[in-house]
């Protein structure tokens, strides 16, 4: 039995409809397979080429430094109490101050600060100047105060130099309160880093180059203006350290804990 016209036009039609209607949805799966695999490329990218060779190795840096400074600070206080104050001084136990002194000193990641050696984090720093200089130089600003306070600290003629001038009381209070402030960088910058790869991931970046604009964004800004503000109270107060004035050393010291407790649990992002 023969078809009419019309039923052949309209079989032809509906297959027609039928072919295309598959094409569109291959072509659509292969632009969305496509955009997806570009997608995963970018990721690995920045997972690559900033987290592993950057931000993370970074922040294992500051908490290793941040912490190993902070024990230290805690060390020295304990075996200054101890052979200065509950012993009376007596020459037996400043030798073995002394000698508690140089094994804190010798500690690797200690060492590592006082010669400004910076193993943990220099093959690192590059990396993250691309996430604006504020990071960059408030990172390195610190650990270069972490640097100076234990060079400092950890020798014996500076101790003898501040008993002259104060109490060993006052001495300790002293390292106590250096101690906790140290503590604080560390945690404000770790929790920084952690803002800031918790923002990058968030923004699910699917150009690279987007990702390299990331810093003209608004957000961003607000981060890096934070950054430079806890870099400035940062150097004032390790600047004032060197200061004959105590009112200069007070002042700042009040200024950075009052800004850091302000700070530390926010998210400049946000």
Known sequence: MSLDLNTIISSMLGSIIAISGSI????????NQNKSENKRRVHERIQEACFEQGIVPIEAAISEYGTSTVFAMVDLRTWVARCLKFREGLPAEHKLLEAKIEGIAKRP???DLTKHT??????????LQRFGMPLYNSVKRTFQVYSMFLSDQLALEHI???????????IIRALAAVG??????EIYLERRMEN????IWQRDYEKYLDFLEMTKEE???????????YLEHLTKWSDAQTSERSEDRK???????KWLNEHIDLNPFQ
């Open 24 to 31: 569109a949805v291959a072509v659509l799966y292969i632009r």
């Open 109 to 111: 990641a200690v060492e």
């Open 118 to 127: 910076f193993s943990l984090a220099m093959k690192w720093f590059p990396s």
């Open 160 to 170: 003898q130099r501040q008993i002259k001038g104060s109490s060993i009381d006052e």
């Open 180 to 185: 906790e402030i140290l503590q604080r960088t």
């Open 196 to 199: 800031l790869k918790d923002y």
């Open 219 to 229: 957000r961003y800004q607000n981060f890096l203006s934070e950054l430079n503000q």
């Open 251 to 257: 002042e700042t010291s009040l200024a950075l804990s």
